[in-house]
Protein backbone atom coordinates (compact mmCIF):
# COMPACT_ATOMS: atom_id res chain seq x y z
CA UNK A 1 0.00 0.00 0.00
CA UNK A 2 1.26 3.59 -0.84
CA UNK A 3 0.05 7.15 0.39
CA UNK A 4 0.33 10.09 -1.30
CA UNK A 5 0.04 13.57 0.16
CA UNK A 6 0.47 16.62 -1.89
CA UNK A 7 1.32 20.17 -0.96
CA UNK A 8 2.50 23.62 -2.29
CA UNK A 9 -0.40 24.56 -4.30
CA UNK A 10 -1.89 28.08 -4.39
CA UNK A 11 -2.73 31.29 -6.43
CA UNK A 12 -0.13 32.63 -8.35
CA UNK A 13 0.32 35.40 -11.27
CA UNK A 14 0.78 34.82 -14.29
CA UNK A 15 4.55 34.41 -15.31
CA UNK A 16 4.76 33.20 -11.92
CA UNK A 17 6.72 30.09 -9.72
CA UNK A 18 4.94 27.53 -7.47
CA UNK A 19 6.62 23.90 -6.36
CA UNK A 20 4.32 21.48 -5.61
CA UNK A 21 5.63 18.81 -3.10
CA UNK A 22 3.69 14.32 -2.65
CA UNK A 23 5.24 12.85 0.11
CA UNK A 24 5.48 8.74 -0.38
CA UNK A 25 4.50 6.93 2.51
CA UNK A 26 4.75 2.79 1.70
CA UNK A 27 6.55 0.56 -0.36
CA UNK A 28 7.67 1.66 -3.54
CA UNK A 29 10.50 0.18 -5.79
CA UNK A 30 13.59 1.35 -8.02
CA UNK A 31 10.87 0.98 -10.91
CA UNK A 32 7.74 2.33 -9.39
CA UNK A 33 6.48 5.20 -11.57
CA UNK A 34 5.78 8.56 -9.82
CA UNK A 35 3.68 11.15 -11.91
CA UNK A 36 1.55 14.16 -11.66
CA UNK A 37 -1.63 15.00 -13.26
CA UNK A 38 -3.86 17.81 -13.30
CA UNK A 39 -7.44 18.68 -14.06
CA UNK A 40 -8.74 21.54 -15.34
CA UNK A 41 -12.56 21.93 -15.08
CA UNK A 42 -14.74 20.48 -17.26
CA UNK A 43 -11.97 18.19 -18.63
CA UNK A 44 -10.66 15.03 -18.22
CA UNK A 45 -7.38 14.23 -15.71
CA UNK A 46 -4.30 14.91 -18.38
CA UNK A 47 -0.73 13.79 -17.71
CA UNK A 48 1.67 16.44 -17.09
CA UNK A 49 5.13 14.19 -15.80
CA UNK A 50 6.19 11.36 -14.26
CA UNK A 51 9.81 9.56 -13.59
CA UNK A 52 10.80 6.04 -12.75
CA UNK A 53 11.98 6.07 -8.61
CA UNK A 54 15.36 5.26 -10.06
CA UNK A 55 15.87 8.62 -11.53
CA UNK A 56 15.34 6.84 -14.90
CA UNK A 57 12.82 7.61 -17.29
CA UNK A 58 11.47 11.04 -16.88
CA UNK A 59 8.83 12.62 -19.37
CA UNK A 60 6.95 15.47 -19.48
CA UNK A 61 4.03 16.68 -21.24
CA UNK A 62 4.62 19.21 -24.59
CA UNK A 63 2.42 21.62 -23.07
CA UNK A 64 4.29 22.18 -19.82
CA UNK A 65 8.22 21.31 -21.44
CA UNK A 66 11.21 23.91 -20.84
CA UNK A 67 8.76 25.50 -17.63
CA UNK A 68 8.07 22.43 -15.71
CA UNK A 69 10.11 19.84 -14.28
CA UNK A 70 10.01 16.99 -12.10
CA UNK A 71 12.47 15.50 -9.49
CA UNK A 72 13.09 13.33 -6.67
CA UNK A 73 14.66 13.17 -3.66
CA UNK A 74 15.01 9.57 -2.06
CA UNK A 75 16.13 11.12 1.47
CA UNK A 76 12.73 12.24 1.55
CA UNK A 77 10.64 10.03 -0.39
CA UNK A 78 9.27 12.82 -2.19
CA UNK A 79 8.79 14.24 -5.75
CA UNK A 80 8.25 17.43 -6.75
CA UNK A 81 7.15 19.40 -9.52
CA UNK A 82 8.72 22.59 -10.11
CA UNK A 83 6.62 25.36 -12.20
CA UNK A 84 8.03 28.32 -13.99
CA UNK A 85 6.36 30.84 -16.25
CA UNK A 86 3.08 29.80 -14.98
CA UNK A 87 0.06 30.84 -17.30
CA UNK A 88 -3.70 31.00 -16.34
CA UNK A 89 -4.53 27.57 -18.63
CA UNK A 90 -2.10 25.68 -15.80
CA UNK A 91 -4.99 26.52 -13.57
CA UNK A 92 -6.01 22.54 -12.63
CA UNK A 93 -6.19 20.07 -9.52
CA UNK A 94 -2.44 18.84 -9.59
CA UNK A 95 -2.74 14.79 -8.32
CA UNK A 96 0.71 13.24 -7.68
CA UNK A 97 0.57 9.33 -8.47
CA UNK A 98 2.43 5.87 -8.34
CA UNK A 99 2.20 3.05 -10.34
CA UNK A 100 4.22 -0.09 -10.34
CA UNK A 101 3.34 -1.13 -14.20
CA UNK A 102 6.29 -1.25 -15.89
CA UNK A 103 5.05 0.76 -19.05
CA UNK A 104 2.83 3.21 -19.88
CA UNK A 105 3.22 6.22 -17.87
CA UNK A 106 1.88 8.50 -19.37
CA UNK A 107 -1.89 6.77 -18.42
CA UNK A 108 -3.53 7.66 -15.73
CA UNK A 109 -5.06 3.83 -15.95
CA UNK A 110 -2.22 2.39 -14.66
CA UNK A 111 -1.80 4.31 -11.76
CA UNK A 112 -3.21 2.70 -8.69
CA UNK A 113 -2.32 4.95 -5.94
CA UNK A 114 -3.23 9.07 -5.94
CA UNK A 115 -3.34 11.82 -3.40
CA UNK A 116 -5.93 14.01 -2.49
CA UNK A 117 -5.08 16.71 -5.22
CA UNK A 118 -3.76 20.73 -4.69
CA UNK A 119 -5.56 23.36 -6.13
CA UNK A 120 -2.54 25.99 -8.43
CA UNK A 121 -4.67 28.73 -9.85
CA UNK A 122 -2.81 31.19 -11.86
CA UNK A 123 -4.57 34.66 -12.58
CA UNK A 124 -3.56 36.84 -15.50
Known amino acids: QVQLAESGGGLVQAGGSLKLSCTISGRIFDSTAMAWFRQRPGNQREFVAALRWNGGNTRHADSVKGRFTISRDNARNTVYLSMDSLKPEDTAVYYC?????????????????WGQGTQVTVSS
Open 97 to 113: AASHALSGVTLARQYTY
